[in-house]
């Protein structure tokens, strides 16, 4: 059974990086029949993509068009886990992230982590 | 303002039948596979439906999900009160390169 489990803060201040942390059991970062994206929900803009990455004899990275200038996700094979690091962060990327596994060939999102809740605030 | 639109709202009594329905357009529904989400209050959303009409092991045969053309639908029969929640369409948009959403539909069971 795959699990995803999220950590990192639930404040950061204005101006500053946002990092979460999504290690993944039972399934592998770079496993070939998955990606591992990054989603978020915020009441303004509801459920938004944000990213994902994948290896397919290579790693891939990709970005939503609107955040690919302040993000960055990575993939970490030694711990088995995927980051999100988004730079230069205001009120508005106040929202609930969710890291979640992608389906790949059939474009999915089958597990989902619990959600981190994330104020950006003096 | 979602890329695939929903209603924001649908009602109907225990026990009836509801759809809701998600338009897209020929960049997402139209040629990619649309997924349904179910998210209760407080949790993350969970897949109900994918390939359009697949459910996952354990989704009851209760939900069902169709495709038209740049439209799905998603049907629940035999409605319970458990069944109240927020539902999600979602497809592969190639034009934005990324996952688009509806904007959900809360389900309220009367």
């Known amino acids: 059974q795959v699990q995803l489990q999220q950590s990192g803060p639930g404040l950061v201040t204005p101006s500053q990086t946002l990092s979460l942390t999504c290690a993944i059991s039972g399934d592998s970062v770079s496993g070939d029949s998955a990606a591992w994206a990054w989603i978020r929900q915020s009441p303004s803009r509801g459920l938004e993509w944000l990213g994902r990455?994948?290896?397919?004899?290579?790693?891939?990275?990709e970005y939503a068009g609107s955040l690919r200038s302040r993000m960055t996700i990575n993939p970490d094979t030694s711990k088995n886990q995927f980051s999100l690091h988004l730079n230069s962060v205001t009120p508005e990327d106040s929202a609930v992230y969710y890291c979640a596994r992608w389906v790949h060939e059939k474009g999915f999102l089958d597990v989902w982590g619990k959600g981190t809740t994330v104020t950006v605030s003096s | 303002q979602s890329v695939l639109t929903q209603p924001p709202s649908v009602s109907a009594a225990p026990g009836q039948r509801v759809s809701i329905f998600c338009s897209g357009s020929?960049?997402?529904?139209?040629?990619?596979?649309v997924s349904w989400y179910q998210q209760v209050r407080g949790t993350a959303p969970k897949l109900l439906i994918h390939d359009d009409y697949k459910r996952p092991s354990g989704i009851p045969d209760r939900f069902s999900g169709s495709k038209s053309g740049t439209s799905a639908t998603l049907g629940i029969t035999g409605l319970q009160t458990g069944d109240e929640a927020d539902y999600y369409c979602a497809a592969w948009d190639d034009s934005l390169s990324g996952v688009v959403f509806g904007g959900g539909t809360k389900l309220n069971v009367l």
């Open positions: 020929a960049s997402n529904i139209g040629r990619k596979y």
């Open positions: 990455t994948y290896f397919r004899s290579q790693w891939y990275n």
